[in-house]
T-cell receptor
């Protein structure tokens, strides 16, 4: 596709369940970012990938959050033992390389019941 | 950690007015982004700049690196410009963007 693709677009799950969010970046983009947008916190950075490695995980809020990227392309963000405060829109962005303009996906709206 | 402040938080104006949104940050950066988000919509990058001024259609973005300040201007504003405008900076210790809280802009016909 031409843009950053995220799936699912919406996810509703019960507290305590694990969830996996997927991001398919623009083809050829080596840099990939995960962000979170919540009512109380606004937009915040979670993790940055350059290729398959994650040199900056500083934004992950707890050890329940993890992310991986394989083949320098698709990335998954996993939240284990979800809590209600995890409810937010999770956004993925990619760029040709770090420091270049970022292109955002439409996000995954996660609701924890 | 970089602190990004935007003003105003909310702005309502009449169609045709000249709009200015301001952004200031606390630590030196490599680049600053202006983003647009429509209600219920995704985020679109309007500008990325590290110095000087950029123009795209009715939108103009300026940055003063010494003052750690940027402005986004909209000329001849139109109701379709109604959106949240977000300033975000790259650098200052993190590899991802640090965001301002956004400016909610409403342009009335």
């Amino acid at each position: 596709g031409a843009g950053v693709s995220q799936s699912p677009s919406n996810k509703v799950t019960e507290k305590g369940k694990d969830v996996e969010l997927r991001c398919d970046p623009i083809s050829g983009h080596t840099a990939l970012y995960w962000y979170r947008q919540s009512l109380g916190q606004g937009l915040e950075f979670l993790i940055y990938f350059q290729g398959n490695s994650a040199p900056d995980k500083s934004g992950l809020p707890s050890d329940r959050f993890s992310a991986e990227r394989t083949g320098g392309s698709v990335s998954t963000l996993t939240i284990q033992r979800t809590q209600q405060e995890d409810s937010a829109v999770y956004l993925c962005a990619s760029s040709y390389r770090g420091g270049q303009p970022q292109h955002f996906g439409d996000g995954t709206r996660l609701s924890i019941l | 950690k970089n602190e990004v402040e935007q003003s105003p938080q909310n702005l309502t104006a009449q169609e045709g007015e000249f709009i200015t949104i301001n952004c200031s940050y606390s630590v030196g950066i490599s680049a600053l982004h202006w983003l647009q988000q429509h209600p219920g919509g995704g985020i679109v990058s309007l500008f990325m700049l590290s110095s000087g001024k950029k123009k795209h259609g009715r939108l103009i973005a300026t940055i003063n690196i010494q003052e750690k300040h940027s402005s986004l201007h909209i000329t001849a504003s139109h109701p379709r410009d109604s959106a949240v405008y977000i300033c975000a900076v790259l650098g200052g210790g993190a590899d991802g963007l640090t965001f301002g809280k956004g400016t909610h802009l409403i342009i009335q016909p």
